[in-house]
T-cell receptor, first 111, second 115 residues
């Protein structure tokens, strides 16, 4: 059974710092891994999708990496801003077509 | 494009009542799925579908039914609502993952309270 773990559960950092969010998964039989952002009371916004054959994806200040063999992904946020404050969710799409989410990391950027 | 549309946005039910949460997408996506989100629990997959006429169970399917008669629509039915089903429900769609690098598109959610 696929299990997805996100560490840390919560993180507070001063504005301008670079930071890394971690996601680990137990079953490497995946199609892809996705990172989402969720603001309080809102839906999910897709940030980055990494296919199982890829090592990383970049979008602006965000960079996501995938090491399928070790079951790990990281989301790197450069030069953090207060507007980056949100919950970040990691999800894997298994080869049995089931999507499994981690519980998320609540990020607070201090002005 | 409307994307993924969920209705209603809010609903209050009494224990034992039944209701259907609607989900529609206009992107011709084959893959559709339903999740519930509870505090501190992330999102948990309830049911999913890889095309019209095909549905399967996710992590927490008990108490919920689905059907997929068209590509566009994927309704979620609560047959006899229980307080444990109080949650925020999200629907999502995407192309089939084995053929696409497109992400999941999520609706805005339905906030459901069971009294």
């Amino acid at each position: 059974k696929q299990e997805v773990t996100q560490i840390p559960a919560a993180l507070s950092v001063p504005e301008g710092e670079n930071l890394v969010l971690n996601c680990s998964f137990t079953d490497s039989a995946i199609y892809n891994l996705q990172w989402f952002r969720q603001d309080p009371g809102k839906g999910l916004t897709s940030l980055l999708l990494i296919q199982s054959s890829q090592r990383e994806q970049t979008s602006g200040r965000l960079n996501a990496s995938l090491d399928k063999s070790s079951g790990r992904s990281t989301l790197y946020i450069a030069a953090s801003q207060p507007g980056d404050s949100a919950t970040y969710l990691c999800a894997v799409m298994n080869r049995d077509d089931k999507i499994i989410f981690g519980k998320g990391t609540r990020l607070h950027i201090l002005p | 494009n409307a994307g993924v549309t969920q209705t209603p946005k809010f609903q209050v039910l009494k224990t034992g009542q039944s209701m259907t949460l609607q989900c529609a997408q206009d992107m011709n996506h084959e893959y559709m799925s339903w999740y519930r989100q509870d505090p501190g629990m992330g999102l948990r997959l309830i049911h999913y579908s890889v095309g019209a006429g095909i549905t399967d169970q996710g992590e927490v399917p008990n108490g919920y039914n689905v059907s997929r008669s068209t590509t566009e629509d994927f309704p979620l039915r609560l047959l006899s609502a229980a307080p444990s089903q109080t949650s925020v429900y999200f629907c999502a769609s995407s192309p089939l993952p084995e053929y696409s690098n497109q992400p999941q598109h999520f609706g805005d959610g339905t906030r459901l309270s069971i009294l």
